[in-house]
């Protein structure tokens, strides 16, 4: 049973560009959820996907945003990239609810 | 707003020198209490979920406790292979579905 995938793996941008980030749910899973984690840092809440409609929002500006697809995965948005948006960024699938199950996240570099 | 503190920040261990992490929480009401391990560069690996003061849950050399306040995680005999990031984070009643992490405890076990 595959577990939570994302893709890529790493990723470099330049101040000012658009990123896509793109993570699958554990089989089975519903809802997917974003999170930020900058280096030596817990992982911050972006938002919350469940029925393709984003349920819940974290504390991140509108330059975040996201989808979900009826197969259940998920996409990160991020416009005008910030040197400050450089993180690793984690998806998490669960059911409705239920404990999140997180991927091995994407490694965003921004120069 | 839910808050979560761990300590210490960082914690060196003998391989077999017992020792507990510590979690303290600040919620409108508790809907869990989870604790994940992190290996550095990937993404947090579930542990437990606690629902409520008093219950406890184990897992090889690993045990969580919860009290109204606070999570202990205990580390029995611990292992180099032991050595991680452990994270915790809560779920509230008024937050969603949303997880609170702290900004864990980085923990290293020598031989």
């Known amino acids: 049973d595959a577990g939570v995938t994302q893709s890529p793996t790493h990723l470099i941008k330049t101040r000012g560009q658009q990123v896509t980030l793109r993570c699958s749910p554990k089989s089975g899973h519903d809802t997917v959820s974003w999170y930020q984690q900058a280096l030596g840092q817990g992982p911050q809440f972006i938002f919350q996907?469940?029925?393709?409609?984003?349920?819940q929002r974290g504390n991140f500006p509108d330059r975040f945003s996201g989808h979900q697809f009826p197969n259940y995965s998920s996409e990160l948005n991020v416009n005008a990239l910030l040197l400050g948006d450089s993180a690793l960024y984690l998806c998490?699938?669960?059911?409705?609810?239920?404990?999140?199950?997180f991927g091995p996240g994407t490694r965003l570099t921004v120069l | 707003e839910d808050q979560v503190t761990q300590s210490p920040e960082a914690l060196r261990l003998q391989e077999g020198e017992s020792s507990s992490l510590n979690c303290s929480y600040t919620v409108s009401g508790l809907r869990g209490l989870f604790w994940y391990r992190q290996d550095p560069g990937k993404g947090p690996e579930f542990l437990f979920t606690?629902?409520?003061a008093g219950e406890e849950k184990e897992k090889e050399r690993l045990k969580a406790t919860l009290t109204k306040k606070e999570s202990f995680l205990h580390i029995t005999a611990p292992k180099p292979e032991d050595s991680a990031t452990y994270l915790c984070a809560v779920q509230g009643d008024n937050a969603g579905n949303m997880l609170t992490f702290g900004g864990g405890t980085r923990l290293m076990v020598k031989p």
């Open positions: 996907y469940y029925e393709e409609e984003e349920r």
């Open positions: 998490a699938s669960s059911l409705w609810g239920d404990e999140q199950f």
């Open positions: 606690l629902y409520s």
